[in-house]
């Protein structure tokens, strides 16, 4: 039986859905087609490009990827930098190894930049490679140099380069006409293979599938202070030497070549507005405060004013302009303390009820941290009825405020308890005004909340240094702040002590437990700080066990021998001194562990990428018992072999003398020095 005939199937009717579909193909394919080399893997890169890297002025950017592509192609990239001095700037890329490249740049003026990755596949050099291998191989490159030709005239039609290149990419076709009529095959080689072809050529020639990395990564650069700097923290109401008198700013002024003989570099004042009287505290923390007692400084507003007046026995707005100047004059900058909220009797309460969160009963609500209560504070309501915009533009004009005085550096007191996005938007308007503006971040909570807050702007911010004592923890906690991802934007400041902070460690370690700190701190970071009276190694605590200082002062006015004996100035000075004098020392990132056989004691060193700069650190622990053992010199940095010699330089006792091989000894009597501070040369 035969089989039917088949019947020929009616096309479809394409629907307008379909051909829809064909478009958004069709431009799918194009976009792909138009990165045809991969940009990937690209570092630093904060949160997809959330967030900016962290540079100071003029420290190197070095911004590494995966580049490559299909094929055997030759292949180049440019790290392009956008914004300020630098706009449109191409640094090339340098094959490190495994398709990884590197490319770095120095940013010179504080403010905000991006950097974006182009790469092509390089036709001349693909062509000056193959062509080589030809005429090593004794092939016959006579077409090869006409496809020469042919690059070099589409790089003079490309338009890119500088009038320079045009004039010199003029002058080198011209060459090339002269030995191609010759026809003398060598000379036409020669030329194409000279150093200056090539480097013009990289210039201007063609860039085949230029793709792009797609994300613009923004950086941000701060003036040297943001990441280099020695605070000193004082009241200045304790600076007049006599418990019974207020002190003003003329006492501080007085007090400046003091500070400034120790070497450091930043005054730092807790708040100078003024105090409210409603359930001021009195000595030691007590809810109840006798006459005449001051209150907390934090408890800020008074019929008096608020945040942007100052608390009148300190002085008047004339006397603070004279102190900045004084203190500038000193080398010394001052950095106020931006506290976030008020006393009972801050004007704000009358005039801005919807700033506030208010009980049930009609009470306003007061500081809590359950069960601890905060009788003389309360604190401002960010998504209150009436915040959104009011009391952000009001706190960001108290900043502009205090800019205008001269104030350039903000500590902000418990950072971490305020929005993320009122500090975002907040220093972003201050930086618009002025990006040398540094803020501190004075939170000392969840590790992701601290690097929260460094994304969102902090130029620095407190740590856990003033808890950590053990070698290993130090070591693993320097290692995250110096080699993880946070070492691109978060800077710590290694404050030994607060005024609400009397660690426990210096309860029971004596003098040598404060110049071990101090050691640690200077030479670790790049900003550390002390409050005033650690280098008289105060350390009384009200309870034993707790970290409250005894007679706080900021529950009083008190007065001090700044001299007395059994001061650590000379320590803070020499170190400060050291810091200032050896570059490698005003780095933070370029820290690296060494080797001391003995748990008590840290070694570690800080080097320039030249070594011109090289120094090493070891510092006891242990501030009670003798300690000592053998250590490795970091010989390799020097390129030695484990037999070599380097010179060595004491610098705290001012000496010179060799070490020869890599294992020597050193050992530490913690009553007698309980650092050491090396500078190595060859």
Partial sequence: MALPEPVAAKPKKRSASSIASREA???????LAASRVVIEGVEPLIDGGRFAVKRMENEPLTVTADIFSDGHEIIAAALVTHGGEVEGLETPFVFIGNDRWGATVRLATPGP?????????DVFGTWASDTKKKRDAGVDIALELREGEAILEQAAESGRGSREDAKALKALRARVEKFRKLKDEAALYAVFTDAETIELLRRCGVRANLSRYPVQVPVWVDREAAGFSAWYELMPRSQSGDPKRHGTFDDVIARLPDIREMGFDVLYF????????????????????KEGEPGSPYAIGSHEGGHNDIHPELGSFADFQRLVTRAADHGLELALDFAIQCSPDHPWIKQHKGWFDWRPDGSIKYAENPPKKYQDIVNVDFYGPDAIPSLWVELRDIVLFWLDKG??????DNPHTKPFPFWEWMIAEVRAVDPGVI?????FTRPKLMKRLAKVGYNQSYSYFTWRNLKWELREYLTELTKEECAEYMRPNFFVNTPDINPLFLHTSGRPGFRIRAALAATLAGNYGVYSGFELCEY??????KEEYKDSEKYEIRAFDWKREGHIRDDLALLNRLRQSEPALRDFRNLEFYQFWNDNVLYYGKRTADLSSFILVMVTLDPHQPQGGHFEVPLWEFGLPDNGTVKVEDLVNDRQFVWSGKVQHWWFEPAELPYAIFRLSV
């Fill in 25 to 31: 193909s069709i431009a799918l394919l194009k976009d």
């Fill in 113 to 121: 930049y991006r950097y974006s990755i182009i790469a092509w596949r």
């Fill in 270 to 289: 807790p708040p100078i507005h003024p105090i409210g009287k409603s359930n001021r505290k009195g000595k030691n923390n007590s809810v109840t405060a």
């Fill in 407 to 412: 104030v350039r550096i903000f500590r902000v």
């Fill in 439 to 443: 803020f501190l971040a004075e939170a």
């Fill in 540 to 545: 009384e605590p009200l309870v034993t066990g």
